[in-house]
């Protein structure tokens, strides 16, 4: 028994002892020789294994390869998401910036950052400036597209505006042209945020005047909140209301506040400022109000001093003595006769394209002592065509006579 | 050893060979499983040392016909590490799995100790690097997995005496 153990022992030293020879001698081979023992191994014995390994390596390649796609795809979306929110920024951001270059002065920028709680409807909006930055309760706050709102809280660093959606909203208004006032409201009864989106209403309106779609409305200046001049909204259609001495308007704003980020407030110094030079549409529509009233002046100093002349041609009838005195008169008439021909006609289209209508006017008023005389020529030569000028052709100019 | 037993062995002998090719590759740890290394230490305990130095002999063999640069390394490692893992188990019998894990963790690491001096694979501060950092990892690692086939399989294993 003893004998068997130690001769299996023994045999295991030599199984051992054969094997790291061997092993040795596979160590000391040169490449040549060990390759082909490999080769031989791995296409016979080891090929099932190799087979497994490299499907297995396959699968982990997949793995990593798909795993490393979709980050790639997150990436490309995300990437994609910011494009397209840079861009919108980036627009509105040059918008704000040419808004602040016509401006110059009086605005404090500020970021708009919405409420966490989503809303159907937005109403306030939380400013990234505050009272540190010049702003005060009732500042308005605008955008390049226009009115958004106006502040209701200040705290030093952060402010909370109301925007013209919020039910306490409220804007003194009128038409682009000025002949139509009234004070924007929210349009409540149909729900914002709905089909409608965000609209607003334009109140008190006057019965008399009518108001078209499409036409801008636009902050009027009074009430001392909103400057005059920044763009309100377009008028969609009227609205029947129960009032008959007053219209109610439908108004599109011009802001979407939904997608307000960033806003100006304006401070009040700026507030007192009209900014009709910085919304170019606005100047343009009160240039043309400008030359409308100047025209209206223009022609009722024109009829007044129709009237003088006429008057003062009344006195001088009722000196026969004095009236009869041609070279005084007849002469100058002849000539400004000759003259003020074309006259009238240029002084019709002066008064439709009219830009300066201080200068305009100052010529206007000079010709128009001339067509006093000049009528009177006129109508001199049309009651005698023939004649010259006789010193009782001035009584028969006379307005009593021709009336 | 009966029949029944070693037709036992072999089977998980198999499936950890089979799981070196396959899971292995999949997860590609740094410091890795070695399946072979728990399968000659499973097979090593129940053969007589002669044998488990062939067995070490023919996994080291398999394992180096894949890796030829060190072609023999392998096969040295396996033969010491079946050898000496079958006579320490005829010496000092325990049927304990922390003294198994302990076996398994020491035997790994001799195996990567011949291994990468008989290789001459890396040298200096890599040399040192691989053994007492990468390959106690290793054997850490091999040496709870072979923990947990043990405690898995224990109801289907017989463990040799003396």
């Known amino acids: ?403 | 050893m009966s029949w029944t037993n070693a037709v036992r062995t072999a089977v998980i002998c198999a499936i950890l060979i089979v799981l070196h090719y396959t899971l292995r590759p999949l997860l590609a740890w740094r410091a890795s499983i070695d399946f072979l290394i728990i399968a000659l230490m499973f097979g090593s305990v129940r053969m007589r040392p002669g044998l488990a130095a062939l067995f070490g002999f023919a996994l080291g063999l398999v394992s180096d016909s894949l890796s030829p640069g060190a072609f023999g390394a392998a096969a040295l490692g396996m033969s010491v590490v079946g050898f000496g893992a079958s006579w320490l188990k005829a010496v000092f019998f325990a049927d304990n799995l922390a003294l198994n894990g302990f076996f398994i963790f020491l035997g790994k690491w001799t195996f990567d100790l011949i291994f990468i001096l008989v290789g001459h694979r890396v040298h200096g501060g890599e040399l040192f690097m691989q053994i007492v950092v990468w390959s106690s990892h290793a054997a850490a690692v091999t040496a709870l997995a072979g923990v947990l086939a043990i405690s898995l399989l224990r109801p289907l294993m017989e463990v040799r005496t003396a």
């Open chain 1, 1 to 403: 028994m003893a004998r068997a153990t130690r001769l299996s022992s023994r045999v295991d030293f030599l199984l051992f002892v054969g094997c790291v020879i061997f092993s040795t001698i596979a160590l000391v081979l040169p490449t040549q020789m060990r390759e082909p023992i490999a080769e031989s191994l791995r296409r016979s014995l080891v090929a099932p294994l190799v087979g497994l390994q490299s499907n297995a390596e396959r699968w982990r390649t997949a793995w990593q390869l798909s795993e490393e796609r979709t980050a790639r795809l997150d990436s490309a979306v995300m990437r994609g998401f910011n494009a397209v929110a840079l861009q919108t920024e980036n627009d509105e951001l040059r918008k704000l910036l040419g808004l602040g270059a016509r401006m110059r002065t009086g605005f404090v920028p500020a970021e708009a950052v919405h409420n966490a709680v989503r809303e159907d409807v937005v109403t306030t909006l939380t400013l990234t400036a505050g009272t540190k930055a010049g702003i005060k309760v009732y500042s308005p706050v605008v955008s390049p597209e226009g009115v958004v709102g106006l502040v209701q809280n200040a705290d030093p660093a952060i402010s909370i505006a109301i925007l013209f959606s919020h039910p306490d909203f409220r804007a003194s208004a009128m038409s682009g042209d000025g002949t139509a006032f009234g004070i924007v409201y929210p349009h409540l009864q149909q729900g914002l945020g709905g089909g409608g989106g965000y609209l607003l209403e334009l109140r008190g309106v006057p019965f008399r005047t009518t108001l078209t779609p499409g036409m801008m409305i636009y902050t009027s200046g009074l009430g001392g909140t909103f400057p005059r001049g920044i763009p309100i909204g377009i008028v969609m259609r009227e609205l029947k209301t129960a009032e008959g001495w007053t219209r109610t308007y439908l108004l599109q704003p011009s802001v979407n506040p939904a997608r307000v980020t960033s806003v100006m407030v304006l401070t009040p110094q700026r507030s007192e400022v009209r900014l009709d030079n910085v919304w170019q549409r606005v100047a343009r529509v009160d240039s043309a109000t400008r030359n409308v009233v100047a025209a209206g002046d223009s022609l009722l100093r024109r009829a007044a001093a129709d009237s003088a002349r006429r008057a003062a041609a009344a006195t001088a009838l009722e000196r026969p003595d004095t009236s009869a005195r041609p070279p005084a008169v007849t002469p100058a008439a002849t000539r400004d006769s000759v003259r003020a021909t074309p006259r009238p006609a240029r002084r019709d289209s002066g008064a439709v394209r009219r830009d300066s209508a201080r200068r305009d006017s100052v010529r206007r008023d000079s010709a128009r002592r001339d067509s006093v005389r000049r009528d009177s020529a006129r109508r001199r030569d049309s009651t005698r065509p023939d004649t010259t000028v006789r010193r009782d052709s001035t009584y028969h100019d006379s307005p009593t006579t021709l009336r």
